[in-house]
């Protein structure tokens, strides 16, 4: 009987070895996976991060969430054209254009043609008088140079009227479907 009990205990032992052991094991997997999931978090992160840091959306987010550009950099940077001449250089060549004033700040001086908001975010807006001229030699009025503002010039476009020149200082963003449009503009 001394005999069985012995086998048991010897049986015991190695069944509390094999147990530890076991558990040891899976503490490492545990750790083994929990770091390589930081680590591949941390890595898709970085690349999401580096990915973004060019997008216009992110820019767009941080220009709303600080309040946008300061107005004496955007001024002092800006590329100064009417709203004719801006148009017709997206009409000529888009791409061009897109290289001389895409995503740079201009200064746009124009004729008041309409004033709205955008059905979709209420932004106001203004359009400016764009030509161009036709095969044969004649001018003709196009679509326009929409500008969207700044919520702080809510109150000066509430007051201007059509048919008024205007100065405005904003960031450009091409040509869309049938105008350009420039946005987070200020009057100068």
């Avoid at 001394?2 to 040891?24: E, F, Y």
Wanted: proline residues 1%.
């Amino acid at each position: 009987m001394s005999d069985v009990k012995d086998g048991i205990k010897k049986g015991a032992k190695v069944a509390g070895k094999i147990i530890k052991w076991v558990i040891i094991a899976i503490v490492v997997i545990i750790v083994a996976v929990c770091a390589y999931s930081c680590y591949t978090c941390t890595s898709v992160t970085k690349a999401v991060v580096d990915a973004t840091a060019d997008s216009s959306i992110v820019k767009d987010a941080v220009r709303s969430a600080t309040g946008g550009e300061d107005k004496s950099k955007m001024a002092s940077e800006a590329i100064a054209v009417t709203s004719i001449a801006l148009y017709n250089a997206y009409e000529e060549n888009a791409l061009r254009a897109d290289n001389t004033y895409k995503g740079k700040f201009v200064r746009v001086t124009g004729i008041v043609k309409g004033i709205d908001q955008d059905l979709l975010t209420k932004k106001p807006y203004v359009k400016l008088l764009t030509t161009w001229k036709g095969s044969s030699g004649s001018e003709y009025e196009a679509d326009y140079v929409y500008v969207y503002f700044k919520d702080s010039e809510h109150n000066k476009i509430a007051d201007l009227d059509i048919g008024k020149n205007i100065t405005i200082v904003g960031l450009c963003e091409g040509k869309g479907v049938s105008s350009v449009n420039i946005k987070d503009s200020f009057f100068e």
